[in-house]
């Protein structure tokens, strides 16, 4: 037997905030990391195959330029990257999932694909990013639909922004939950954004499991471990039956970059 070449391949997810990276040995997802937007050089330098801060050493040992597949929601910083030697931009049209509208983001489709191919059909998938979404599945691969909010991150830095007297609170710091009636600024902003995200997850969550029940439902994105922790204090029936997959869009791009 012919022993099998190997081929190695970089998928980029690019979202609102900040890029997300995934290393393929053909359809094995070997490593992941995410690194800030990047700026044209250091574009250029990756397709050179020269070394870069904050990227895994493995990767400039491999046969450069590696071929790369972005996913974005950013048209700005796609453009960016259509410098780079051997690029894929993956779009709606080779998501074969059913029923989608134009506008829809490649991101929501590709996670939902990703998702329901290796979890099984019908599937929601709750996507806590810079925006928190919510995006649905039939047993026939259609999409259901959806809806789509500010994420936490999102909900606090506008109360910071937009008004006089409140604080800028940062995500990071947050441990435990806070008290429902708080007694001081910062609390009383975390308990209002906190709770009411938390009820309306529960809310959809459940809306969900009326129309499909016994379905999977997963979660995804930047704040999926904070709130999946808040979620098990406050409802842990709900928890049992909820996925926390961070790569549901590396799958996703897997499914399609195959065929
Ligand atoms: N190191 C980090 N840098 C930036 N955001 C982080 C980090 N860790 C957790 N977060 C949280 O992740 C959220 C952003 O999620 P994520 O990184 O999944 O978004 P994104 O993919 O850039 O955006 P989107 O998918 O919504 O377009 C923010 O609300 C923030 O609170
Ligand atoms: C909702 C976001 C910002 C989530 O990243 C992205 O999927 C997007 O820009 N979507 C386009 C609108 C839609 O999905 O209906
Ligand atoms: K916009």
New binding site residues.
Partial sequence: MKPRIQKPWLAL????????WGLFVDETLDYTW?TDYLPDSVIQQLGNGQPLDNFPAQIFTLPSPLPLVIAS??LSQTALWQSYPNVRVITLEDVPLKNTYPTL?I?RALALWGAGIKLGFPILVI???????FTGADSQQNLVGGAILP????QFATLGEKTSQLPQLE??NFTSLPPRFALNTPEAIQSGVIYTLLAGIKDFMTAWWDLYPNSKVAI?????T?LFNYLQTLYPELTARLIVEPNLIFWGIAAINEV
């Avoid at 994420?151 to 999102?154: I, Q, S």
């Avoid at 995804?220 to 999926?224: A, F, H, L, N, V």
């Fill in positions: 997810e690019i979202g609102n905030s900040r890029l997300h995410n929601v950013v983001g991101d996507d806590a990013g810079t925006a928190l979404t994420g936490l991150g999102l995500t990071q995804k994105g930047g704040d999926r904070l």
